[in-house]
């Protein structure tokens, strides 16, 4: 089709003349693009130009003292994933990325989301804050997914808008934003959030082909030509270009947001007959009932049909097929980083929007439960003073993501309302850290107020049904938890918010595929306690947010914590109500 594969950088202050610029092949087998620039606002005179530099230098000082006194600020690049889990072997087909970035820095052992789902998650990386406070509840636009709310309320106090705004930093997206982003009803693809200085988003959600991206506001349709329109291939060439042509002023945040490995699964053709022999894991808690628990898990048909599991291991083999084209973007951006002598001043994230599961409890596939599975995700990072080949245990959260970015960059984190935690202090390896053993997960069911008609009997409300009448979500997979890792526990207490207030507790130190729910042999006092903390934390906001949990020293029950704007009252129960 005329057109398809072009794009087009948008990048401000560039001694760049705006000729199309050809570029070929950038390995084997991989799609090529070709790239016009341009430029937002026009050409600036001398005179112009050094009086916009000495005020954003000025602001600078102002708002981002550490990073003013620094010769060359840190660059960062953060690279998303979508429905990438680590507990199931996600991590394995990267080979590229474990040797360049976790063999080069650090890997998270304990990194976690708190929704898993696509588009509450994402929203909590942008913003640093739990899906109370920035309340994108789901992936529609009812659940407040890049809806005009969201919009005016979220976008403009995001981290990469403060990047650009407060710190000077030039800022580049590619991929995947929210799941609803392009909707008319929100604007459509001309919606450019603000803080972007280049804007290359994909309307909805994930796809590998025939999809529409936004081109800072532009629409731009793609095709079905592996060697112009294969979305992750796209993503790393203009990436790639950004890098060649961005300006040398400033330094400069990335953040590519592949659709791999979500659905559908497309692999890119030289990968087509990866993993043949390779089969989703059978851990201990595959193919089995889930008893003892929510009763969406318990209506999950036990033992798995054949077709079932067949679709499942073929899911599993086709996510990493996906995954391969990640791992060439990878090397690729690394590459290029070091060819242009910025790698040693970069700092590198990757990570995933949520994890996945593939028959855990008899459920096929999906994310959105509040298991390990769904909720853990890899953690990986590479940057100035990060020592190689390290693991870190602490109990991290993808809010803790915008926090790190802004301290890297020298912003004051005491003006922002985030909830999250600087890593920083991890990254470099600094002693005697303070850190939290406890974090809020939160999630709000999708469902609707009629029955499938192809399964009347499991009644109103259900949704993501397959054809077997499995159903992996409901309005009432409301729930919240307190997942705890501290010296003495390793813990999840969960509450649903349904009629039967449903709770779930598991040991994972005894019982790490959380197949025994506890909720009603562990002690009284425990489980009011986890009662009272998790009311605390889904009613927290910023610095409440990171108050010791239940098994710290300094843990102690203060009412006030637990009552602000959002109405959460208390819930007394007995073990025998469980």
Not at 301 to 325: E, G, H, V
């Given at each position: 089709?005329?057109?398809?594969?072009?794009?087009?950088?948008?990048?401000?202050?560039?001694?760049?003349?705006?000729?199309?610029?050809?570029?070929?092949?950038t390995?084997?087998?991989?799609?090529?693009?070709?790239?016009?620039?341009?430029?937002?606002?026009?050409?600036?005179?001398?005179?112009?130009?050094?009086?916009?530099?000495?005020?954003?230098?000025?602001?600078?000082?102002v708002?981002?003292?550490?990073?003013?006194?620094?010769?060359?600020?840190?660059?960062?690049?953060?690279?998303?994933?979508?429905?990438?889990?680590?507990?199931?072997?996600?991590?394995?087909?990267?080979?590229k990325?474990?040797?360049?970035?976790?063999?080069?820095?650090?890997?998270?052992?304990?990194?976690?989301?708190?929704?898993?789902?696509?588009?509450?998650?994402?929203?909590?990386?942008?913003t640093?804050?739990?899906?109370?406070?920035?309340?994108?509840?789901?992936?529609?636009?009812?659940?407040?997914?890049?809806?005009?709310?969201?919009?005016?309320?979220?976008?403009?106090?995001?981290?990469?808008?403060?990047?650009?705004?407060?710190?000077?930093?030039?800022?580049?997206?590619?991929?995947?934003?929210?799941?609803?982003?392009?909707?008319?009803?929100?604007?459509?693809?001309?919606?450019?959030?603000?803080?972007?200085?280049?804007?290359?988003?994909?309307?909805?959600?994930?796809?590998?082909?025939?999809?529409?991206?936004?081109?800072?506001?532009?629409?731009?349709?793609?095709?079905?030509?592996?060697s112009?329109?294969?979305?992750?291939?796209?993503?790393?060439?203009?990436?790639?270009?950004?890098?060649?042509?961005?300006?040398?002023?400033?330094?400069?945040?990335?953040?590519?947001?592949?659709?791999a490995?979500?659905?559908p699964?497309?692999?890119?053709?030289?990968?087509?007959?990866?993993?043949?022999?390779?089969?989703?894991?059978?851990n201990?808690?595959?193919?089995?009932?889930?008893?003892?628990?929510?009763?969406?898990?318990?209506?999950?048909?036990?033992?798995?049909?054949?077709?079932?599991?067949?679709?499942?291991?073929?899911?599993?083999?086709?996510?990493?097929?996906?995954?391969?084209?990640?791992?060439?973007?990878?090397?690729?951006?690394?590459?290029?980083?070091?060819?242009?002598?910025?790698?040693?001043?970069?700092?590198?994230?990757?990570?995933?929007?949520?994890g996945?599961?593939?028959?855990?409890?008899?459920?096929?596939?999906?994310?959105?439960?509040?298991?390990?599975?769904?909720?853990?995700?890899?953690?990986?990072?590479?940057?100035?003073?990060?020592?190689p080949?390290q693991t870190?245990?602490?109990?991290?959260?993808?809010?803790?993501?915008?926090?790190?970015?802004?301290?890297?960059?020298?912003?004051d984190?005491?003006?922002?309302?985030?909830?999250?935690?600087?890593?920083?202090?991890?990254?470099?390896?600094?002693?005697?850290?303070?850190?939290r053993?406890?974090?809020?997960?939160?999630?709000?069911?999708?469902g609707?107020?009629?029955?499938?008609?192809?399964?009347?009997?499991?009644?109103?409300?259900?949704?993501?049904?397959?054809?077997?009448?499995?159903?992996?979500?409901?309005?009432?997979?409301?729930?919240?938890?307190?997942?705890?890792?501290?010296?003495?526990?390793?813990?999840?207490?969960?509450?649903?918010?349904?009629?039967?207030?449903?709770?779930?507790?598991?040991?994972?130190?005894?019982?790490?595929?959380?197949?025994?729910?506890?909720?009603?042999?562990i002690?009284?006092?425990?489980?009011?306690?986890?009662?009272?903390?998790?009311?605390?934390?889904?009613?927290?906001?910023?610095?409440?947010?990171r108050?010791?949990?239940?098994?710290?020293?300094?843990?102690?029950?203060?009412p006030?914590?637990?009552?602000?704007?959002h109405?959460?009252?208390?819930?007394?129960?007995?073990?025998?109500?469980?």
């Amino acid at each position: 089709m005329p057109g398809a594969g072009r794009a087009r950088a948008l990048l401000p202050r560039t001694p760049l003349s705006a000729a199309p610029v050809s570029r070929g092949a950038t390995g084997s087998g991989s799609a090529s693009v070709r790239v016009s620039l341009s430029f937002r606002g026009g050409a600036m005179s001398p005179a112009v130009t050094a009086l916009a530099r000495g005020l954003a230098l000025a602001a600078l000082l102002v708002l981002c003292p550490a990073a003013a006194r620094q010769a060359r600020r840190p660059n960062v690049v953060l690279i998303l994933t979508d429905d990438q889990d680590v507990c199931l072997g996600g991590m394995t087909p990267l080979k590229k990325t474990n040797a360049l970035i976790a063999q080069m820095g650090i890997t998270f052992l304990n990194a976690y989301v708190p929704s898993a789902l696509c588009c509450p998650s994402r929203a909590s990386i942008l913003t640093g804050k739990y899906p109370h406070n920035h309340h994108v509840v789901n992936n529609t636009l009812e659940g407040n997914c890049s809806s005009k709310s969201w919009q005016k309320i979220q976008e403009p106090y995001t981290f990469p808008a403060l990047l650009k705004t407060m710190c000077g930093y030039q800022t580049f997206f590619a991929g995947k934003y929210l799941n609803e982003y392009g909707a008319e009803d929100a604007g459509g693809v001309g919606h450019v959030p603000p803080g972007w200085s280049f804007w290359y988003a994909l309307e909805k959600n994930s796809k590998y082909y025939n999809y529409t991206l936004s081109v800072n506001g532009k629409a731009r349709r793609h095709g079905e030509n592996y060697s112009v329109d294969y979305l992750t291939d796209v993503l790393a060439n203009m990436s790639l270009d950004f890098l060649e042509y961005k300006s040398n002023f400033e330094p400069f945040f990335m953040m590519i947001s592949t659709p791999a490995p979500h659905s559908p699964w497309t692999a890119a053709p030289q990968y087509k007959k990866s993993f043949q022999n390779v089969s989703a894991p059978r851990n201990s808690n595959f193919n089995i009932h889930g008893k003892n628990k929510h009763w969406l898990i318990r209506q999950a048909k036990t033992p798995m049909t054949n077709s079932s599991i067949q679709f499942l291991d073929d899911a599993y083999r086709k996510r990493w097929q996906t995954l391969l084209s990640v791992d060439d973007l990878i090397e690729k951006l690394v590459k290029k980083l070091e060819f242009h002598g910025e790698l040693d001043n970069t700092y590198i994230f990757y990570t995933s929007d949520n994890g996945f599961h593939t028959g855990q409890f008899s459920l096929p596939i999906d994310k959105r439960q509040l298991y390990e599975f769904d909720i853990k995700v890899p953690l990986l990072v590479r940057g100035p003073g990060i020592k190689p080949n390290q693991t870190n245990k602490m109990l991290v959260a993808n809010i803790d993501l915008g926090p790190t970015i802004l301290d890297i960059a020298g912003y004051d984190l005491n003006k922002t309302q985030m909830d999250g935690m600087s890593l920083l202090p991890l990254l470099r390896g600094d002693k005697n850290v303070t850190w939290r053993s406890d974090f809020l997960v939160e999630y709000q069911g999708e469902g609707y107020n009629g029955s499938d008609p192809t399964c009347p009997g499991l009644g109103p409300g259900v949704t993501h049904c397959f054809p077997d009448c499995v159903c992996e979500d409901s309005y009432n997979n409301t729930y919240a938890c307190v997942r705890t890792l501290s010296t003495s526990w390793d813990l999840q207490y969960c509450e649903f918010d349904d009629r039967e207030v449903f709770v779930e507790v598991y040991n994972l130190t005894a019982d790490p595929h959380q197949i025994n729910n506890i909720a009603k042999t562990i002690d009284q006092e425990i489980l009011e306690k986890m009662n009272y903390r998790l009311m605390m934390l889904q009613s927290c906001s910023g610095a409440t947010c990171r108050t010791p949990g239940v098994f710290d020293p300094g843990y102690r029950f203060d009412p006030r914590l637990m009552f602000s704007n959002h109405g959460v009252q208390a819930r007394q129960f007995s073990a025998q109500s469980l």
